[in-house]
């Protein structure tokens, strides 16, 4: 069973970009889907994008055509590219499997 790491969360303003990175301790070749939630304050953990093995994605209706969400096999680490960000993208970013949560990495954006 991989584990998982994020990293890349900060603080930004309004209108700034971030890229998250999720590193696995081993290959996801293999994993059908990974992906991101997140959970903003006082407020239940949302699925945010996630993306399949043969590439396909799926994106929150209030991220879409701001973030994109990729996948490096051979490094074994999945990405968040995160434009244009909002205050309310605001929140505690986690990266999963169907197996595994990371830690996550928080994301502050200020207006």
């Known amino acids: 069973q991989v584990q998982l790491v994020e990293s890349g969360g900060g603080l930004v303003q309004a209108g700034g970009s971030l890229r998250l990175s999720c590193a696995a301790s081993g290959s996801i070749f293999s994993i059908n889907y990974m992906g991101w939630y997140r959970q903003a304050p006082g407020k239940q953990r949302e699925l945010v994008a996630r993306?399949?093995?043969?590439?396909?994605?799926y994106f929150k209706d209030s991220v879409k055509g701001r973030f994109t969400i990729s996948r490096d096999n051979a490094k074994n680490t999945v990405y968040l590219q995160m434009n244009s960000l909002k205050p309310e993208d605001t929140g505690v970013y986690y990266c999963?499997?169907?197996?595994?949560w990371g830690q996550g990495t928080q994301v502050t954006v200020s207006s």
């Open positions: 993306i399949y093995s043969g590439g396909s994605s």
């Open positions: 999963y499997t169907p197996d595994v």
